[in-house]
């Protein structure tokens, strides 16, 4: 079974840049989509940006323009470069995998990582 661990959340002023990074313990397979999601206090988590195996993405509204999904299957490792900080994008984010594109559009898992928090100043 595949683990994912999420890393490189942290305190930064609005404006500025963080990568978050998400390592799988066992082999992501290219064949996996994954997305990333984020859920601020007192919401429900969202999607915010998703890849397909074949490195098609989808990207929030709300992100568009300032975040880039990315993924290096050969390092099991998936990337979320998020650029121009918003207060509003603070959150805990969460990286899944799956097999189907639809799963990982609808955040539809059983299980979930810890994540890591990304807090923006004002």
């Known amino acids: 079974q595949v683990q994912l661990v999420e890393s490189g959340g942290g305190l930064v002023q609005a404006g500025g840049s963080l990568r978050l990074s998400c390592a799988a313990s066992?082999?992501?397979?290219?064949?996996?989509?994954m997305g990333w999601y984020r859920q601020a206090p007192g919401k429900q988590r969202e999607l915010v940006a998703a890849?397909?195996?074949?490195?098609?993405?989808y990207y929030a509204d709300a992100v568009k323009g300032r975040f880039t999904i990315s993924r290096d299957n050969a390092k099991n490792t998936g990337y979320l470069q998020m650029s121009s900080l918003k207060p509003e994008d603070t959150a805990v984010y969460y990286c899944?995998?799956?097999?189907?594109?639809?799963?990982?559009?609808?955040?539809?898992?059983?299980?979930w990582g810890q994540g890591t928090q990304v807090t923006v100043s004002s």
């Open positions: 899944n995998a799956d097999l189907s594109w639809l799963t990982v559009l609808r955040g539809d898992f059983r299980s």
């Open positions: 066992g082999s992501i397979s290219v064949t996996k989509a």
């Open positions: 890849i397909t195996r074949d490195g098609g993405t």
